[in-house]
């Protein structure tokens, strides 16, 4: 036994979708910035010693491609494990009696696996 489900009208002629007229859409309004964004690019704009250009603070996206532009670059050091990191991993390297892995000193994703895989339960 097979089941055909009936559709009424699924095959039937219509009228094509580009022939059917759609009433024109408002264009979205630009949307303010928040008041994080605005102190975040005044701030940044007060360090760099650039102007904010006028009207930005109407429109969030504009804002917002003004900061990803003039914000600065990632540290270097962003990839070392921090201080907390590596004092906690020597502390469950004592109770372990064992050593951490020099690598992890010098990588902050592979010290937190190395702490995720050796911390006491």
């Known amino acids: 036994m097979s089941f055909q489900p009936s559709f009424p009208g699924f095959f039937s002629q219509s009228t094509p979708a580009a022939a059917v007229e759609q009433p024109d859409l408002p264009l979205p309004a630009h949307t303010p910035a928040t008041a994080k964004?605005?102190?975040y690019a005044r701030a940044?704009?007060?360090?760099?010693?650039d102007d904010l250009p006028d009207g930005i603070e109407q429109d969030r996206a504009r804002?917002?491609?003004w900061i990803d532009a003039h914000?600065?670059?990632p540290s270097a050091?962003?990839?070392y494990p921090s201080?907390?990191?590596v004092g906690f991993?020597?502390?469950?390297?004592?109770i372990k009696r064992t050593e951490v892995?020099?690598?992890c000193f010098r990588d902050r994703a592979l010290m937190s696996r190395w702490i995720d895989g050796n911390k006491p339960r």
Do not use: Y
């Open 44 to 49: 940044l704009a007060a360090k760099t010693g």
């Open 71 to 73: 914000k600065p670059a």
């Open 63 to 65: 804002l917002s491609k």
């Open 37 to 39: 964004q605005i102190d």
């Open 101 to 103: 892995p020099p690598e």
């Open 89 to 94: 991993a020597e502390r469950i390297a004592r």
């Open 83 to 85: 201080s907390k990191q």
């Open 77 to 79: 050091f962003n990839d």
